[in-house]
């Protein structure tokens, strides 16, 4: 094999693992995410946990250490540095934190739980970015409810403006360019005295557009039709056809699910915390609503509020798995309400998040414990849309159709027996030292799981799914050994508190078991409008109180601390979005904020989805920053294009479809990937578009390639329940795979699939040892080479053996140089090897 990759792969490319420059994963993407960690986790820790005594709010700071500011944290304290950028074992502050030194020991008082100690050590080995400046100086810490941000004025930012359709441009490149987009690409080379690229020759387009709609290669037949049909309309005729193929809804509603960080189940696997056996019909939601192209601010509001809107179809309900299936944090019971409240802001800062970065570009949660140190958003305004999702709660929906009432008292059901099967067997199995007490809650939450039974027995008849759902969920705990008949009671005693558990998660079927990719059960994981309410009343065991119909109202959280909270912060909208008055008003205001998305904040929002279309198909958007329109982020590098693309977009009932046609239809996007001398000087990241950028396929349309090439892609399984990407006998398209935030498949792992326990703003690409044997060594790449040879087992001439692999791999005759070599080879090597040896070429892995 070795002598294989050395004598045929100089002939044919370089092998798939190695990338041309630039296309690793450098700095800035650590230093992106470095800063992420650190407005969202670690400023928020040192606020609550190491200010009091070593800040300058503090008066003497022990040790002389301050941890206040950037500058106080480089210098360190008596002893030197706290911290040594990328060095977690050198790092003082992470050994202290720790608590393996006796003598060393921060906070001295109570130590920081494992999560907490896992997120600085995590943004210490990403070179601990902070933004921070003498300037700023724990100014969160010190007045963290006082208002500072001029609102009026943050109304003035670029990405707030409205967008209207703009004149076009001027230019001097005569016959360049097909439509409005090119005059403004053409506008901005002529400012550095660029020229456009050519035109890439016809082979080349038809894989191009083929990959970026669809995510699979065209067969050797399609492109030689292509080629040969010399009509004006043939490449718009060819973006037609493809933007009607069912795989196009597959290649673009996997693009959606980056940013809505779509999972089947949780980063851990707790009692509190199952999967979500029902997420894939959001997947196929997701992936019709593409084909469909259900306007995008349709397809945004029924992922916020598909309940809520009267016009929606039952089979909507799926899209509401966006915030049913969302990560959660696990909640042990028996932990203080103060904890529980925290894991549930948790919950609910994640959703803040996901939908602020997701749909607005703005880094909202960054003022979970201060007003936003950049952007005009106030921690007011977060924790009132935190109050939206402190109103939803996590339940299953039936898919059938079932009217509200009943379904409402399901879903309350749901919760109430979940939870209380839960905290049953918790204390059953682990009582603790007040034995006789677990005991007596054990059988009184026994004894309401058949009383809850009883109550929804009405639908055993009716509704039966529904009914053995609930029967499902209610696990009994084991008997205590002398317990005695179980009998009803003549009278009902008062309803206990929901113990503390899923929150906003999600319910799983049968009892605790290893997710193996979902149940065909009918229903969706959604939420309702419900108040999430922890109560603390029992001194042993949290509570939580489920309220169907009654919103949760926060407070702001003084440095976001849950024992120190401040002024109210009912539901509502960011204040430097809104026009007139912020507040929600209808349950849990997720139908008003999907509303606000579109109306308040429509400019915005076109912008950000404008800009990720153009990113996925140039492989660079035009603000490189994606989810980060504010101060932090990147300015557009072409902002009338922007905008007047956005305003044309709105225009055209936010179809997808047609913003899809307008950007692949224009000259810019039809130019050649060659590098040319005066690029590379004067803009060697193409941020001007003089070019095509070449890039890597990700793992899901590399995957689905090699399976078609080799004729083993199953395009027929294209509903229900996950498959496992790993499994050899696995040959469905790889978005029908299993999603696991716990554990992710080692191949899409290997090639950069982001993690879906938060929103991702795009792929990083990086290269790795281990990409290069799996090319080389993998199970899966020698199947697929034997697949390959079986393809051409009825050939008896070995030239057209070479001919027809060449065909089915790259669409395309080999060069006589390259039959040359193949057959040089196979005068002693084996056929196997040499079709390995093609699907190890870079012409599979790389975008033409």
């Given amino acids: 094999m070795l002598r294989l990759k050395a004598n045929i792969l100089n002939g044919l490319a370089m092998v798939a693992f190695f990338l041309p420059a630039g296309l690793a994963r450098g700095a800035d993407a650590s230093n992106k995410e470095g800063l992420e960690l650190f407005e969202k986790r670690i400023r928020p820790l040192l606020v609550d946990r190491c200010y009091e005594c070593h800040s300058t709010q503090a008066g003497k700071s022990k040790g002389h250490l301050l941890l206040d500011s950037k500058q106080g944290l480089a210098k360190g304290g008596e002893s030197g540095p706290a911290l040594v950028p990328g060095d977690i074992e050198g790092s003082r502050l992470v050994k202290a934190i720790r608590w393996t030194d006796p003598d060393l020991q921060m906070p001295p008082k109570k130590q920081l739980d494992a999560q907490q100690v896992a997120w600085v ?5 990403l070179g601990a970015p902070d933004p921070r400046d003498a300037a700023s100086v724990a100014a969160a810490g010190k007045t963290p409810g006082k208002r500072t941000i001029d609102i009026e004025a943050g109304k003035k930012w670029w990405a707030f403006q409205p967008v209207a359709e703009l004149p076009t441009p001027a230019v001097t490149h005569e016959g360049w360019g097909a439509n409005k987009i090119d005059a403004f690409i ?5 400012k550095k005295k660029l020229d456009p690229s050519p035109a890439a020759d016809r082979r080349t387009l038809i894989q191009r557009a083929t990959l970026d709609l669809t995510g699979l290669r065209a067969t050797y037949e399609e492109v030689e039709t292509f080629v040969a049909d010399k009509s004006p309309d043939a490449y718009p005729k060819l973006i037609e056809r493809l933007l009607g193929s069912p795989h196009y809804g597959e290649r673009w509603g996997r693009y959606w699910m980056d940013v809505t960080r779509y999972a089947e189940d ?8 199952p999967p979500y056996p029902y997420a894939w019909r959001y997947r196929d939601w997701v992936i019709k609503a593409m084909n469909q192209d259900v306007p995008y601010d349709r397809f945004v509001k029924l992922q916020l509020a ?51 970065r997701g749909l607005l570009g703005l880094t909202v949660a960054c003022a979970r414990c201060h007003d936003h140190k950049f952007d005009p958003i106030t921690s007011n305004d977060y924790y009132s849309l935190m109050s939206v999702f402190a109103s939803t709660v996590a339940a299953p929906r039936p898919v059938e159709e079932v009217d509200a009432a009943t379904e409402t008292r399901f879903m309350v059901a749901a919760n109430q027996l979940f939870y209380l099967s839960y905290v049953s067997n918790l204390l059953r199995g682990d009582p603790g030292t007040k034995k006789v007490e677990a005991r007596q809650k054990v059988e009184r939450f026994v004894e309401r799981m058949e009383e809850i039974k009883q109550d929804m027995s009405f639908l055993r008849d009716k509704h039966p799914a529904m009914y053995t759902h609930l029967v499902q969920i209610a696990k009994r705990p084991d008997p205590y050994p002398d317990a005695k008949p179980a009998t009803r009671p003549t009278t009902r005693p008062a309803a206990p508190p929901i113990v503390a558990g899923a929150g906003a998660g999600g319910f799983f079927n049968g009892g605790r078991r290893r997710f193996r990719g979902g149940s065909t059960e009918p229903f969706y994981n959604a939420v309702f409008d419900a108040g999430l309410f922890v109560n603390g009343s029992d001194p042993d065991l949290t509570m939580l109180d489920v309220k169907a119909g009654t919103p949760h ?15 109210p912060a009912p539901r509502g909208f960011l204040s430097v979005l809104a026009k007139g008055d912020k507040s929600f008003h209808k349950g849990s205001g997720r139908l008003e904020l999907a509303d606000r998305i579109f109306t308040d904040a429509a400019p915005l929002t076109a912008r950000v989805i404008v800009n990720r279309v153009w990113g996925w198909h140039f492989g660079k958007p035009l603000v490189e920053t994606p989810s980060d329109f504010g101060a932090q982020g990147d300015k557009p590098s072409h902002p009338q294009l922007l905008d007047d693309l956005a305003a044309r977009f709105i225009a055209h009932g936010w179809s997808l479809k047609w913003l899809h046609r307008e950007i692949m239809l224009s000259q810019a996007y039809q130019q050649a990937s060659h590098p040319r001398a005066d690029g590379m000087k004067l803009d060697p990241g193409n941020r001007l578009v003089w070019r095509m950028t070449p890039r890597r396929l990700d793992v899901e349309a590399y995957r689905d390639c090699l399976l078609q090439a080799c004729g083993d892609l199953d395009t027929t399984n294209t509903t229900g329940p996950s498959s496992d990407v790993d499994q050899p006998d696995n040959h469905r398209r790889t978005v029908y795979g299993r999603i696991s935030r716990g554990r992710m498949s080692s191949m899409l792992q290997l090639y950069d699939f982001p993690e879906p326990v938060m929103h991702s703003p795009e792929r990083d690409t990086t290269t790795s040892p281990l990409q290069q044997l799996f090319v080389m060594n993998s199970p899966f790449m020698e199947d697929q080479a034997r697949a390959l040879v079986a393809r051409v087992k009825n050939v008896t001439e070995p030239t057209e053996k070479i001919r027809t692999m060449y065909h089915d791999v790259f669409a395309r005759n080999p060069s006589r140089r390259e039959l040359a070599l193949a057959e040089d080879y196979l005068k002693t090597g084996t056929l196997n090897e040499y079709a390995h040896a093609l699907l190890c070429a870079n012409e599979v892995i790389f975008w033409p």
Avoid: F
């Avoid at 109202?553 to 002024?567: C, F, I, M, Q, Y």
């Fill in 553 to 567: 109202d926060l407070r702001r959280l003084n440095a976001g601390n849950v024992t120190n909270p401040g002024e």
């Fill in 186 to 190: 053409a506008a901005e080379l002529e």
């Fill in 306 to 356: 598909a309940d809520l809107m009267p016009d929606a179809q039952r089979s909507d309900l799926a899209a509401l798995s966006y915030l049913g299936a969302a990560p959660q944090y696990h909640k042990d019971g028996r932990l203080s309400k103060d904890v529980i409240q925290n894991l549930y802001n948790d919950d609910w800062d994640e959703r803040v998040d996901a939908v602020s």
């Fill in 121 to 125: 050590e995590q943004w210490v080995k």
């Fill in 266 to 273: 949780n980063p851990t696997g707790e009692a509190t915390t």
